[in-house]
C-alpha cells in the first residue's frame, strides 16, 4: 500500500488503539481526536473491515443505532450484530473463520447485561481469529437525560470479558464522555493520538506529485486554511498574496476569487468588517473576470462573494446595507439559476429590514421570498429555508401568538423527556434480566403516553393558529400547501413513532384555513394589522 500521509494519519491512530487495548484492565475505551479528525477515524474502523487494510488483530463493531431507550438500544445492537453476521458468511469463509455462532437468543434478556453476554459470546466463539471484539457505540442521536450513560454504567456492571472492549468516540472540543471516564477510571482508558488534520492536508498537497505551478498553488492553498484555523489575518494576508500572484500569472481568476475569500474570512473572524467587506468585493471582481472567460465554477463564486459581503454588513450592525446586498446576492443566485439561494437571500433581506424597522418593506420581500419556492417540487422546497421564511412572517404579524405557538415545543419534549425516564425507571427495576412480556408492556405504555402528548400539543398549536387574524392564517395555509399539510410552525414537532395518518391513535388537529392563492399570486398585499405594535423579532 503506498505510503500517504493520509494512510500515515490512519497508522498513528493503529498505533495509540494497539497501546490502549494491549490493557487487559481496560474494558471501557474512549477515542477523543480533534473533531476534525473524525472521518479519519472512520477511515480507521473501516479499513479494519477489510483483509487488504487491516493492521489490527481486532474486530471493530460499529454501532449507530439511535438511543431512545435501554431495552431498546439492547435490542437493536444484538440485532445489528446478528445480521452482519449472517451477511458476511460467505466473506468469513474465504478467510477461513470458522462459522456456527449461535447469535442472540432468548436467555439474552434486552439490556445492557443481555447484550455483553452476546457480545462476549461472539468473541469468544471467533477466538482462534480475533484478538478483541471493540463494540464502537455512536448513536447518531440520543433522546434528551443521562439515559445512554446509565445504559453504558449497567454494562460496565455486567464485567465484559477479556476479549471485549465498549468504545466510545468524542472529541477535544467536546469531551462529553469524560464523566464515565472518571466513574469507571480503574476499568476505562482515554485514546489520544497526535492527529493534525491540517498538517496532513499540506503534506498530502506537498507530495502530490509534479513540481509545477499547481503543486505550488495546492501547498499555498493547504497553508491558508492551516492560517485560517490557526494565525492571524496579517499572516493570511501574507500567504495570499504569494497564491494570488500565482494565480493571476496563469490567469486562474477563480482561484484568486477562491483566495480573496478565504482573506475575507481572516478579517471577519478578527471582526474587521470594513476589511473583510473589500475582500469579498475583489473576489467578486475575480469571479467576473472568470464569469467572462466562461469558466463554469464563476457564477457560484459571484453569488458566494454577494452573501459574503451582505454577512459583514449584518455583522456591523448596519442591516439596511446588508439588505440591499443580500437582495444582490439573490438576484445573483437568480442567474445561475439556484433557488434555493434566491430564496435565502430573499429571505434575509427581509429579515435585515425587519431589523432596521422597515416592517411592510420587510413583509414585501419575505412574501417574495415563498413566491420563488412556489414552482419547486415539495422536496426541494423543504431543502430551502422556506419555513424560516414563513415563521419570519408570522412573527412579523403577531409576534405573542408566534411565541406562544414555539413555546409548546420546549413543553412537548420536557414532557416526552419525562415520559421516557418514567419508561427507563420501570425498566431499570426489572433487573439485568427483564422478560420480553415486561418490557413490552412498558413499550406500550410509553407509545401511548407519547402520541396523547403529541395530540394534546397539535391541538394547542392548532387552536392558536386558529386564533390568528387571516393573514396570519394565509402563511400558515401557505405552510400547508407548500411543505406539509400538518404544517403548524416552527420548530416542527414530528409524529414521535413515525406513524402515517391513517394509524394515528387520533385524526389530526388542523381545520380549514383562508386561501392563499392571492397572496402567493401577489394580488393580495392587504394586511391586518398585528395585535401590537412592538416589532417583532425573527432568528437569522
Known amino acids: 500500500m503506498h505510503d500517504t500521509p493520509m494512510l500515515r494519519g490512519i497508522q498513528r491512530l493503529s498505533d495509540a488503539w494497539l497501546a490502549?487495548?494491549?490493557?487487559?484492565?481496560?474494558?471501557?475505551?474512549?477515542?477523543?481526536?480533534?473533531?476534525?479528525?473524525s472521518r479519519l477515524l472512520a477511515a480507521f474502523f473501516e479499513m479494519q473491515r477489510h483483509d487488504q487494510g487491516r493492521d489490527?488483530?481486532?474486530?471493530?463493531l460499529r454501532v449507530?443505532?439511535?438511543?431512545?431507550?435501554?431495552?431498546?438500544?439492547?435490542?437493536?445492537?444484538?440485532?445489528?450484530?446478528?445480521?452482519?453476521?449472517?451477511?458476511?458468511?460467505?466473506?468469513?469463509?474465504?478467510?477461513?473463520?470458522?462459522?456456527g455462532w449461535r447469535g442472540p437468543h432468548a436467555e439474552h434478556p434486552d439490556s445492557a447485561a443481555g447484550v455483553v453476554q452476546v457480545l462476549d459470546s461472539f468473541a469468544e466463539h471467533h477466538g482462534n481469529h480475533l484478538r478483541l471484539l471493540a463494540a464502537v457505540l455512536e448513536p447518531e442521536r440520543m433522546v434528551p437525560g443521562d439515559g445512554f450513560e446509565r445504559w453504558v454504567d449497567a454494562a460496565m456492571a455486567a464485567a465484559p470479558g477479556d476479549r471485549l472492549r465498549l468504545v466510545l468516540v468524542d472529541t477535544?472540543?467536546?469531551?462529553?464522555?469524560?464523566?464515565?471516564?472518571?466513574?469507571?477510571?480503574?476499568?476505562?482508558?482515554?485514546?489520544?493520538?497526535?492527529?493534525?488534520?491540517?498538517?496532513?492536508?499540506r503534506d498530502t498537497a506537498s507530495q502530490s506529485g509534479?513540481?509545477?505551478?499547481?503543486?505550488?498553488?495546492?501547498q499555498l492553498l493547504a497553508d491558508l486554511m492551516l492560517l485560517?484555523?490557526?494565525?492571524?489575518?496579517?499572516?493570511?494576508?501574507?500567504?495570499?498574496?504569494?497564491?494570488l500572484g500565482l494565480a493571476q500569472r496563469h490567469g486562474w481568476q477563480e482561484q484568486a476569487s477562491v483566495v480573496q475569500m478565504m482573506v475575507a474570512g481572516a478579517w471577519l473572524k478578527a471582526g474587521d468588517h470594513g476589511q473583510a467587506i473589500t475582500a469579498y468585493r475583489q473576489a467578486r471582481s475575480a469571479?467576473?473576470?472568470?464569469?467572462?472567460?466562461?469558466?463554469?465554477?464563476?457564477?457560484?463564486?459571484?453569488?458566494?462573494s454577494w452573501f459574503g459581503e451582505a454577512g459583514c454588513w449584518l455583522t456591523a450592525k448596519n442591516p439596511e446595507r446588508a439588505a440591499q446586498t443580500y437582495l444582490q446576492a439573490s438576484t445573483s443566485a437568480a442567474t445561475i439559476p439556484h433557488p434555493m439561494f434566491q430564496l435565502e437571500g430573499q429571505r434575509m433581506a427581509g429579515y435585515c429590514l425587519l431589523q432596521h424597522g422597515k416592517r411592510e418593506e420587510a413583509r414585501t420581500q419575505l412574501l417574495e421570498a415563498i413566491r420563488i419556492a412556489k414552482p419547486l417540487s415539495t422536496q426541494d422546497r423543504k431543502a430551502t429555508t422556506l419555513p424560516q421564511a414563513l415563521w419570519d412572517l408570522l412573527q412579523l404579524q403577531d409576534l405573542r401568538r408566534a411565541e406562544k405557538i414555539q413555546l409548546t415545543a420546549?413543553?412537548?419534549?420536557e414532557q416526552t423527556t419525562a415520559l421516557h425516564a418514567q419508561a427507563e425507571e420501570a425498566a431499570a427495576k426489572l433487573g439485568p434480566t427483564p422478560t420480553r412480556v415486561q418490557l413490552d408492556v412498558i413499550d406500550a405504555q410509553l407509545h401511548a403516553g407519547l402520541e396523547q402528548t403529541f395530540h394534546r400539543t397539535q391541538q394547542e398549536r392548532e387552536r392558536l393558529v386558529q386564533g390568528g387574524d387571516e393573514f396570519f392564517r394565509k402563511i400558515v395555509a401557505v405552510g400547508r400547501e407548500f411543505l406539509d399539510p400538518h404544517w403548524n410552525g416552527l420548530p416542527t414537532i414530528e409524529h414521535p413513532l413515525d406513524h402515517e395518518i391513517p394509524v394515528w391513535s387520533e385524526p389530526p388537529a388542523m381545520q380549514p384555513l383562508p386561501d392563499p392563492g392571492p397572496l402567493l399570486a401577489g394580488t393580495d398585499l392587504a394586511h391586518v394589522a398585528p395585535p401590537a405594535a412592538t416589532p417583532g423579532v425573527v432568528a437569522a
Not at 489490527?56 to 471493530?60: C, L, N, V
Not at 431495552?71 to 478467510?95: A, C, M, N, P, V
Not at 489520544?192 to 498538517?199: I, K, S
Open 20 to 37: 490502549a487495548a494491549a490493557d487487559p484492565s481496560r474494558r471501557l475505551l474512549v477515542w477523543r481526536l480533534p473533531a476534525n479528525a
Open 172 to 201: 477535544e472540543e467536546d469531551p462529553r464522555w469524560q464523566p464515565l471516564l472518571e466513574r469507571h477510571a480503574s476499568v476505562a482508558a482515554r485514546i489520544d493520538a497526535p492527529v493534525d488534520m491540517f498538517a496532513i492536508a
Open 56 to 60: 489490527t488483530p481486532d474486530y471493530f
Open 64 to 99: 449507530d443505532t439511535p438511543y431512545e431507550l435501554g431495552f431498546r438500544y439492547s435490542r437493536q445492537i444484538k440485532q445489528t450484530l446478528l445480521e452482519r453476521y449472517l451477511g458476511s458468511q460467505d466473506e468469513l469463509r474465504g478467510q477461513g473463520i470458522t462459522l
Open 228 to 243: 485560517l484555523e490557526r494565525g492571524s489575518p496579517q499572516q493570511v494576508v501574507g500567504r495570499a498574496e504569494r497564491a
Open 287 to 304: 469571479a467576473d473576470a472568470a464569469r467572462n472567460a466562461s469558466n463554469a465554477a464563476a457564477p457560484e463564486l459571484v453569488m458566494q
Open 210 to 218: 509534479g513540481t509545477g505551478p499547481e503543486v505550488l498553488y495546492r
Open 410 to 413: 420546549p413543553a412537548y419534549l
